[in-house]
């Protein structure tokens, strides 16, 4: 039998079909993507499944049934289209980082700029401070198509508190405890890349001080916001 036949993990995949397909239009609205570039991905929770749009759909075809179901090394479980080329890299990272459970990946215009420059962004902004926690690194450069990418961002993220990563000569990818989050953190990654990208053009922007950051960092992920609810 099947897994996916098991009610409580049909009921959880139908649901992300829907959630990951809503999440993309926010992909779109947010100026994060043009084309078919980018996806979002979703951890399947309590199965080596994860959720993420097909490869070289358009956006405005992207319905909660032209969603696939693949592995963590990304072959096709559930769906009618081949995987998004950046399936297994999603796939590596829910393997080995079991707090994730979404991935994004955009080729967001600032952002994708920090990446050919290869040059982190550094924290000079309290809004940094509170998502990203410090300065946003920089990963290797890594080739499309199999856990290349997800390596480099397991290794990326293993020295930061950022859940931002801009890897090297590509794009940018984020991750969050689900896929609304990782989407959230796109967004404030672009951003704030044109905020200090636009800075740095009026002069030398000042990091703030360590301290500081570290003051912020906990403020917002232990006491913005409301109680019970979530800062994504």
């Known amino acids: 039998m099947s897994i996916l036949t098991m009610p409580a993990v049909r009921e959880a995949v139908d649901a992300l079909r829907v959630s990951v397909a809503d999440l993309h239009a926010e992909l779109t609205r947010n100026s994060l993507v ?8 979703a951890r399947v929770p309590g199965e080596e499944l994860l959720v993420i749009k097909p490869s070289g759909v358009t956006y405005d075809q992207l319905t909660a049934d032209v969603m696939v179901v693949t592995d963590f090394e990304g072959r096709l479980v559930e769906g009618s289209h081949a995987p998004s080329s950046d399936t297994a890299a999603a796939g590596y990272v829910y393997a080995h980082l079991p707090e994730v459970g979404g991935v994004v ?3 967001s215009t600032y952002a994708t700029a920090w990446c050919a ?7 000079v ?3 940094m401070a509170d998502e990203f926690g410090g300065d946003i690194p920089i990963g290797p450069f890594a080739m499309i198509g199999d856990d290349s990418i997800g390596r480099g961002l397991v290794q990326t993220l293993a020295g930061t508190r950022s ?4 890897m090297g000569g590509h794009g940018p990818f984020t991750v969050g405890p689900d896929a609304r989050a990782a989407v959230k953190t796109a967004v404030m990654l672009e951003d ?9 053009q009026l002069g030398n922007p000042w990091r703030l ?7 912020l960092y906990d403020r917002y992920q232990n006491v913005y916001g409301q109680k019970g609810t979530p800062t994504s």
Request: aromatic share 2%.
């Open 105 to 107: 990946h955009t080729h």
């Open 163 to 166: 859940k931002a990563v801009l």
């Open 209 to 215: 001080d360590q301290a500081d950051i570290d003051r």
């Open 125 to 127: 902004l309290t809004m």
């Open 192 to 200: 704030v890349a044109r905020t200090v990208h636009v800075a740095s």
């Open 117 to 123: 420059r290869r040059e982190p962004i550094p924290c």
């Open 34 to 41: 043009v084309w078919t570039a980018g996806n979002v991905s």
